[in-house]
């Protein structure tokens, strides 16, 4: 499981760092801490639904999330049909969820870098609805911005439940996550 998103305290709370807060949710509920690996990642070994599963978030900007995504599916000898990757997705509106197994990159530069060194996008994704900046604002910035306060307890039901998503596609395979959660 890998969570896409940006290092570092000052984008912690940031639209674009949805797939670390997810990844972040499976740990706690793991009981586990991240460790610092070779391949710039931040890895927690764990088990879940009695699968071995590797929990990552790649200690790189979200554009060069390819590198340490490959170097950990070469490392951990992960199978692409294997492998999700949980992010943020400006086409989905707030607080909705789609999972579905590959895909275009939809514009989407962590996904664009992931699919580049993977040389497939034949991966699950669990993409988080963030929702189009309003008026004539660059995406880019809307997704480097913290969400407001007012939305922050829905992002906590939002990450949480994506945190539900992942475990029961691991457990019980895609079309049961995709019936229980897309919305």
Known sequence: MIGLGNPGAQYAANRHNLG?????VLARRAGGSFKAHKARADV???RMADIRCVLAKPRVFMNESGGPVAGLV???????DRLVVIHD???LEPETMRIKLGGGDNGH???KSVRASLGSGEFY???LGIGRPPG???PADWVLRDFPASARADVGVQVERAADAVELLVA????????AFNT
């Open 125 to 127: 994704r669990v993409r």
């Open 89 to 91: 997705e400006l086409d």
């Open 74 to 80: 070469k490392f951990f000898k992960v199978p692409l």
């Open 136 to 138: 004539r604002q660059n």
């Open 20 to 24: 670390y807060l997810v990844v972040e």
């Open 109 to 111: 530069n962590g996904l």
């Open 172 to 179: 019980q395979g895609l079309v049961a996550a995709q019936n």
């Open 44 to 46: 927690l070994e764990s």
